[in-house]
């Protein structure tokens, strides 16, 4: 959709003129999955594609909410303690962010008008939330003048996120989301929030991005239970002595060491994914660097391997597509990316070799599921920004 069509439409919800247009954009993540909230590093990329955030200030004291795939407009009444709106609201996401600026002592005194607009394909796993929840913080923060850090913006969406949405996600999503570069991946050390743009130079070939479009999506439920069977895990490889503050900290060696004494099974497999991606996401980083991207493919298959096996987040639909791409030549690497379940696997194929993936997987897909995929060359990105 064109700005203009989008100043429209909100002259066209709320009978006044836009003041800001606002955009912060989707992600895919290369590799490192699951260690985010483990305290490992990532490396996702911003994609060009995101969530659109126009507002003006209204003088009803109401914050009134509207997305354009839906046709009622939310109202709440400006407030100090905004309530969770029910029925898992969309516009919680917006609402979660304004209270983080309340809770962090800046006054949200004025009523406005929100609308919002997407382009993210839906449960696609790209983060369409994360993308909305910056762009509402980075809007805010303009506003407000609160000079917050993109960091910053980055903490409030993943609070708004645990808060409001009851996922207790990591930070990858929303640091991605406010800190992501064109054509860079973002090295991102989630203990720290230290971070370093690395380029994304693949001579002649592509990442794609294939979407399940499984009717399998991620739930908080599922997540949490991974969090904390992740936190258990930690708690019993410390009981055995070691001083770690979480699981990336433990080297493969150590956790050998120690693995036979994790009594849960559940939370033995879901530290060895941890232990294994921390190390393969190092690696992999350092293979990008050195223009290495036969050895980045390989460890990105390992990864999927991994999030199968031991993480328990692929599924049937997410197998079907990294098993059917692992099998065509020019095919780097293929491996599930973001929370898992339904959404997206991420591949680099070579120039040459994308009609053929695009086909034979599409077909492979076709004939294992019953459904269709689709196929999208990523664009790599700036984070939030202002239009
Ligand atoms: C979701 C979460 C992230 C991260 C990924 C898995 O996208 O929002 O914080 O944990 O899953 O890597």
Redesign the pocket.
Known sequence: MELKELKEAFAKAYGQEVSGIYFSPGRV?LI??????NGGH?FPCALSFGTYLLLAKNNLNKWRFKSLNLPEIIEVDVTDQPAILPNNAWANYVLGVLAQFIKNGTKVASGYDFLIWGNVPAGA?L?SS?ALEVVTAYAMNDQLGTNLTRTQMALYGQAA?HEYAG?N?????QFASAQGKVNMAINLDCATLDFELVPVELKGMKVVIANTHSPHK?DSGA?NARVAQCQEALKQIKALGLNIDNLAQLTQEQFDAVADKITDPVAKKRARHVVGEVKRTNDAIAALKQGDIVTFGRLMNGSHVSLRDDYEVTGPELDALAEAAWKIEGVLGSRMT???FGGCTVSIVKDEAIDRFIERVGAEYTAKTGLKADFYIAEIGDGARKL
């Open positions: 993540n490192g999955e699951h260690t985010d909230y990532v796993g983060s994360a996120e996922v996600c990591g930070i990858m999503d991620l997540y973001g929370g898992g």
